[in-house]
Structure formats: C-alpha cells, structure tokens
C-alpha cells in the first residue's frame, strides 16, 4: 500500500509540473486561469471578500490598497486542501455586517453549496451599493470534490438567479469553444480512467507512460479547431459573469 501511494503522489507532483502546458489533461481549465485573475481583479479596491478562497490566488493579483479576505469552509479548507483562510465560515452564512465589502469573488464556489440561494441573498446582503460580485461556475465539467457537488447551471439560470437576488449583470463569457471542452473533458476520462487502473493495479497501468502525450496531442487538435471556427457558446465548460448590485 505504501509503494502504490508513492505512486499516486509521484503522479500528482508530474500533473502539477505540467499544469499549464498542454500536456496537462486540464490544460483548458487552467491557462487562461492568470489571465481571467489579472483581468478581473487589477481594478478592485476597498474590501474583497473572497469565498472558498482555497490557496488565494486572487489576492496576489489585487492592487497593494485593497484590503483582501479570504472565508473558507473549516473541514473542505483544513482536510481537502490543507489551506488557512482568514475567516472559517459557511459561505450560505457570511459573519459580516450588510453593506460591509466592495466586491466579493465567488470562484468554483457556488456549484458545491446545497443551498446556493441563499449564499447569493448573503452576497447581496454584505455587499455595498453599486459593489460587485465576480463569478464562475462550471458547466460541461466532470462531478468534483465528492460528495460536495450539487449543481450546473446554463447561463439563462445564472442570469435568472442574478435578477431574483437583486443584481444587474456587468459581463458574461462562455469559457471554452465545443472543441476545447470536448477535449478538456476527454481528457479528464482518460486519466481517471488510468488512475482506476493504477488503484486496481491492472497492467494497463502502463498507460501513465503515453498519457501525458495523449492529452498533448487532443489539445493541440481541440486548439486548432477552436482557431479556426467562429466562437460558439453551445457547450462551454465554464460560465463567467460580473453582477453588480442595483
């Protein structure tokens, strides 16, 4: 049992080496990633309060002046990602006064609360007027974080959800043509596949060996195509949208 989690870690220390190239098996999740950050975090001043912060990686991309809080959930932050928020809290329970933050960011968050209502009514609530809230969901994207994954949500729901809680919607993007999401959720199927296979100690384990040139291979071909078409929103693998309070 030992030899087999050395395996596994071995495995993980490889994927985190190769995250943002496309080698990678997630490589369209995540090299857009410090883009999205730059771009929707360069401007925010005041207080941002970042829900589910995880290892806080906006924080790095925030002006010097603005005041940054991270809340993470006690068991996810401390057992899953062995990570220190600011504040231990539930996201469906902010422990802060109305009107308290300039923007909030919900990032991979809202997908995992089996009551995401009423962390969006807890948004409103602590935000001050006209401060913003900077979202991301994702859509045609595998079920994560067992057993903490509840919903998906087209961007007609997301809009819906935005108008009943009280927000006017700034910006919406669709992350990812039809090609790169196939690929990006291929490849999730193929490497959870050799994974199983490496649990079980099958001898298609072997696999691992070709797996990282696979995925290369499907990138590159998915990125092309994603070049070459005209952009469509048919299947993203993830929403991002900017609400405001009205």
């Known amino acids: 049992m030992r030899s087999f989690a050395i395996k596994l870690g071995a495995v ?21 990633e410090d883009i999205f950050l730059r ?29 940054y809080i991270g809340i993470g959930y006690n068991s996810t932050a401390t057992e899953w990602y062995g990570t220190r928020p600011n504040i231990f809290a539930d ?22 609360l089996p009551d995401p209502q009423q962390c969006l009514a807890e948004i409103h609530r602590v935000l001050r007027p006209d401060g913003t809230c900077t979202l991301q969901v994702p859509f045609v994207y595998p079920i994560h974080d067992v ?23 700034g910006t919406l993007q669709a992350v990812g043509q039809p090609a790169e999401t196939a690929a990006l959720n291929a490849n999730i199927a193929m490497s959870k596949t050799v994974l199983n296979w490496i649990n079980d100690w099958n001898p298609l384990a072997l696999m691992i060996i070709v797996l990282a040139f696979v995925s290369l291979t499907i990138n590159c071909v998915a990125w092309t195509a994603a070049i070459l078409s ?15 309070k009205a």
């Open 12 to 32: 993980r220390v490889l994927l985190g080496i190769l995250q943002k190239t496309p080698f990678h098996p997630q490589w369209f999740a995540f090299f857009r």
């Open 39 to 67: 771009n929707s975090c360069a401007e925010l001043g005041g207080v941002v309060l970042d829900i589910g912060c995880a290892d806080a990686k906006p924080r790095n991309y925030l002006p010097a002046d603005a005041t």
């Open 91 to 112: 996201a469906q329970v902010l422990p802060l006064r109305d009107g308290s933050v300039d923007h909030v960011l919900l990032l991979d968050v809202l997908e995992h």
């Open 147 to 169: 057993p903490l994954d509840f919903h998906r949500w087209t961007t007609h729901g997301l809009q819906r959800a935005a108008a009943q809680h009280g927000f006017g919607i």
């Open 230 to 244: 005209r952009p469509d929103d048919m299947m993203p693998y993830a929403y991002r949208m900017t609400w405001f």
